[in-house]
Nanobody, 120 residues
């Protein structure tokens, strides 16, 4: 079992930056594709970004490409999401995920989520 705990969410003005972290415990994340999803009120959960096991490849939703950056530190069992130039439409609960396949079509573990609110 892998437990994932997100942190770093909060309130930020449009155009600003926010950095999310996801710390894993229970097992090493070094064998999992890691990523982030988000869910806005009244909408389905959607893929945001993912990073392969060794960190050599990253994948992004078109809506965040060029603004968000995902990274991982397997030694610290931690995944990060740097959010720059945020927009009000980025407002959502952000979930950390561990799983398989490049865009996390299969998610084995979810975090509890952290709220990100972008004010206009």
């Amino acid at each position: 079992q892998v437990q994932l705990v997100e942190s770093g969410g909060g309130l930020v003005q449009a155009g600003g930056s926010l950095s999310l972290s996801c710390v894993a415990s229970g097992r090493t994340i070094s064998s999992y594709v890691m990523g982030w999803f988000r869910q806005a009120p009244g909408k389905e959960r959607e893929f945001v970004a993912s990073i392969t096991v060794g960190g050599g490849s990253t994948y992004y939703a078109d809506s965040v490409k060029g603004r968000f950056t995902i990274s991982r530190d397997n030694a610290k069992n931690t995944v990060y999401l740097q959010m720059n130039s945020v927009k009000p439409e980025d407002t959502a609960v952000y979930y950390c995920a561990a799983g398989d396949s490049t865009r996390l079509k299969s998610v084995y573990y979810w975090g509890q989520g952290t709220q990100v609110t972008v004010s206009s």
